[in-house]
Every structure is written in C-alpha cells, then in structure tokens.
C-alpha cells in the first residue's frame, strides 16, 4: 500500500472554565500543569507540520507559550461553553489556519490535555496509520480493552418488577459468568484521535466520517481526568508510569 504524506495539524484543546474540577488543565501535575505533559508528548513526537493550542484562556495560554507550543489564536467565547462542542472547535483551529496561515491540513490529530498519559509513540503510531490508511479511512481513535468482569455482556437492567436481567432480557441464569467465555470489548479511552479534514465539509459534517479505525493501547496508558476522584486516580497511575 502507497504511504501518503498528508499535511498533518496537532491540535490540542482547552478551555478555562471547568466546572467540577476547576483549573484542572494548568493545575500542577507530578511537577508541571497538566496540559504541559500533553504538549511535551506532542512536540517529542516531532511528526507535525504545525502543532497549536486552541484557548480562550489567558493563563492557559501562558502555560501553552512556557512550553513552546503555538498559540496562534484566542479561541471566540462562543466556542468555550459547555454547549460547545469539538467538532466546532476543531473546525474553527482548521480553518483559521487556513485563512490566517495559509496551512490546508488533510488531518488532524487531536489531544486532550486531560489524558496525560499518553506517550510519543502513540502520537507516532497513529501518524503512521494516517499515512499507510488514510485514503481508505475517515478518522482514528485511541482504544482500550474493557476488564472482562465490566463487559457490557455482563450488564443487568431492572425489569418492571425490580428483578434483574441481561440487557437483552436474559434471565441471569444464562449468563456466560466464565471471564474466559466473554469476547473481547473496548471502550475509547481520550488519549488521541484523528479526523480526516475533508469529513468537515461533507453532507454531513462531523468530526468522524463513516470509517473509524480504533488504536489499540495498553489501559495502563489511558486515563481521563474530569473530576476530583478521576484526579486522584490518574496521579497514582502516572506515578506508576514514571517509575
């Protein structure tokens, strides 16, 4: 298969105003603000043509320029409310480096700064995907195997008598209860995407397009920070990827 050599954007996001865990993107983390892992991760991958914060933060901001990465554009209020979504966001990074840059990406590779755990390897094995697949995908998405004992073939609903049953209605008694008998699920864990550019202005837009392809990495890399508890948790498992 041909390798391509699309015009690649790396994207990260992120906005100040954080209801549950506020500051969560500049508050220090094992040493530095949290958003830093994700640039150092991205610029050490050293596999874009342009690699750019997208804020509407004064200090996030200061933070994304400490650490050297491109902070080209304050992102318009609108595009910072709980209603705004990524597609908006990311649509808007796209097209204001085309008009104000000049620069036509053909992807984009997306991180969340929240998702420190990711490492340069990922950001370089998902580039390569873009290059040996990208004429025969829409997007990308990092992927991690679900514990067998939360499988969603485990699931249980209330029936109307407040018994319990499969989600499709099996009786519990049919359940397979062997780990070993459950195939394999996984769950996108928000370490990293990519979108193809063109997937934005289709007849129906969107950030993924009709084909996605799932990267598959380790669960000990893949951890989201959102809340208080989810803080605790990723400090302990970063902790472990440090050591």
């Known amino acids: 298969m041909k390798k391509l050599n699309p015009n690649i954007l790396g994207i990260i ?10 500051g969560k993107n500049i508050k220090p983390f094992h040493g530095k603000p949290l958003l830093a892992w994700s640039i150092e991760v991205g610029k050490n991958a050293n596999c874009f ?19 050297c990465i491109d902070v080209p554009f304050m992102r318009p209020a609108e595009l910072a409310t709980d209603t705004a979504g990524s597609f ?10 085309r008009d104000n840059k000049q620069y036509n ?24 995907l873009i290059k040996e697949y990208g004429n025969h995908i829409d997007s990308i998405v990092g992927i991690s195997k679900i514990p067998a004992h939360f499988s ?31 195939s ?4 996108i864990n928000s370490a990293i995407y990519a979108f193809r550019v063109a997937n934005f202005y289709t007849e129906d837009p969107s950030l993924w397009g009709d084909l996605t392809k799932g990267y598959l990495m380790d669960e000990k890399y893949a ?6 508890d989810d803080w605790d948790v990723a400090t302990i498992k970063m902790k472990k990827l440090l050591t």
């Open 223 to 228: 951890f989201d920070i959102d809340t208080p």
């Open 105 to 128: 990406a053909d992807w984009v590779v997306l991180f969340e700064p929240t998702a420190p755990g990711r490492q340069a390897s990922h950001v370089i094995d998902v580039v390569q």
């Open 88 to 97: 908006e966001v990311v649509k808007h990074a796209v097209e204001w480096m």
């Open 152 to 182: 969603p073939y485990k699931s249980l609903v209330f029936t109307e008598d407040v018994l319990v049953a499969s989600i499709d209605g099996t009786k519990v008694k049919n359940f397979i209860h062997r780990n070993q008998n459950i």
């Open 49 to 67: 043509d342009h690699f750019i914060l997208s804020t509407d933060d004064d200090d996030i901001a200061a933070v994304g320029k400490e650490y």
């Open 184 to 187: 394999p699920t996984y769950y």
């Open 13 to 22: 996001t992120a906005r100040g105003d954080s209801k549950r865990l506020p």
